[in-house]
């Protein structure tokens, strides 16, 4: 075994604390990659609150990261010591399964391993994720990093990035669309730069009129809050793809309202169950769809199209000893647009 050392969380509502903890040695095609810089997602927030109040719950956060590969087991030919790689929130799957042959290994009938709060498919354990200074990984799931790219505003990529680009390209988003992208946060402002890039009319749809300049600098045409129903009345059926990033519990009508004709709302926040009015869809034929990670070949186009047009993620940099002031100012909504850390400071 491998001593690492991260930063874990053990219940709700205390803080992440500094710890050691083994990974596994090399299997065949397994890689050992240094994680450098790794972002700070809503879903990391999401999976500490839902941690048991008792017991021995362990959980080291962390999903989107990039770093350098610092072993390979006998069988990878992809990768080579010293290579830059980012990886995501899936790290294995069975391969096999319809889904993974179509190349949607992000909704394996087996269900993917995920990089934190998984089940390992050969061992059984529980994934540990990166906020830690070493993660292991199957090869296949981690990915060249584009050299073009900065390593640290790319980390967010690899979730927010892929969770909004699959639906983007799975709606056809292009020069002919209209898009608004509600919520702009860590996954909403890289749905803006992503739609502005493939050639999209983007509009914002928030809640924070202090953002209507962010949203401007970011390629946005347009920003309508939604707390002004006269804003939300002129917008009724306007946008043929909606990308709802709200990370609480929302009324969808209100948004549904905004669909154009045969358009689709595709909602993408951590609701839990939601309630909706048929009415809502069945007034414009409109659609609600929903979407999570990304397959291997659309993480790798993803990753090519952004270095090809220069984006990344808006981030502030921090060390990894200032996680839990990260995750708080996260829940507060005090961010633009995306926490990463720094994780030399573990070494
Ligand atoms: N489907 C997937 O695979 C996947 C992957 C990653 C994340 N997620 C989920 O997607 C959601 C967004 O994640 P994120 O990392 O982008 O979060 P984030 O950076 O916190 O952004 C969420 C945005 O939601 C809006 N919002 C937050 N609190 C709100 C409130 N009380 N009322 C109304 N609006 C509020 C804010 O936008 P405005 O200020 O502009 O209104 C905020 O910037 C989370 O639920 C996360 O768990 C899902
Ligand atoms: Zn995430
Ligand atoms: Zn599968």
């Known amino acids: 075994m491998r001593t690492t050392v991260g930063w874990q969380a053990d219940r709700p509502g205390t803080a992440l604390r500094r710890v050691s903890f083994e990974r596994r040695d090399l299997r065949a095609d397994d890689v050992a990659v240094r994680v450098d810089y790794c972002g700070v997602c809503h879903t990391d927030l999401h999976a500490i609150h839902a941690l048991p109040e008792t017991g021995d719950a362990r959980l080291v956060p962390g999903h989107e990261f990039t770093g350098v590969v610092t072993a390979i087991g006998p069988d990878v030919t992809r990768f080579r010591v010293g290579d830059a790689v980012a990886v995501g929130n899936i790290v294995d799957s069975c391969g096999l399964c319809a889904m993974c042959r179509a190349g949607q290994e992000n909704f394996c009938t087996e269900f993917p391993t995920l990089t934190y709060g998984g089940t390992d498919r050969h061992d059984g354990s529980t994934t540990l994720g990166a906020y830690s200074r070493e993660y292991i990984l199957r090869d296949r799931f981690a990915y060249p990093l584009p050299s073009d790219l900065d390593p640290a505003a790319a980390a967010p990529l690899l979730c927010a990035g892929i969770t909004v680009w699959e639906p983007l390209r799975a709606l056809g988003v292009g020069p002919d669309t209209r898009v608004a992208v509600a919520g702009l946060g860590g996954l909403g402002h890289l749905a803006v730069k992503l739609a502005v890039a493939l050639g999209a009319d983007t509009t914002v749809i928030s809640r924070s009129p202090d953002k209507a300049d962010d949203a401007r600098r970011l390629g946005a045409h347009d920003l309508i809050l939604s707390s002004d129903q006269r804003q939300m009345t002129a917008a009724r059926n306007r946008f043929d793809v909606l990308i709802d990033t709200i990370a609480v519990p ?88 995306r926490f990463v850390l720094d994780l030399s400071d573990l070494s």
């Open 250 to 337: 929302h009324e969808l009508g209100p948004l549904l309202g905004l669909v154009a004709l045969d358009g689709t709302l595709s909602q993408l926040g951590h609701l839990g169950p939601v309630t909706l009015q048929t009415m809502d869809l069945l007034i414009g034929r409109k659609k609600l769809s929903s979407a999570g990670s990304g397959g291997r070949p659309a993480t790798a186009a993803m990753l090519e199209f952004c270095a090809q047009h220069n984006v990344t993620a808006d981030i502030e940099l921090m060390p990894s000893a200032r996680v839990n002031d990260a995750l708080d100012r996260l829940g507060q909504g005090d961010v633009r647009y």
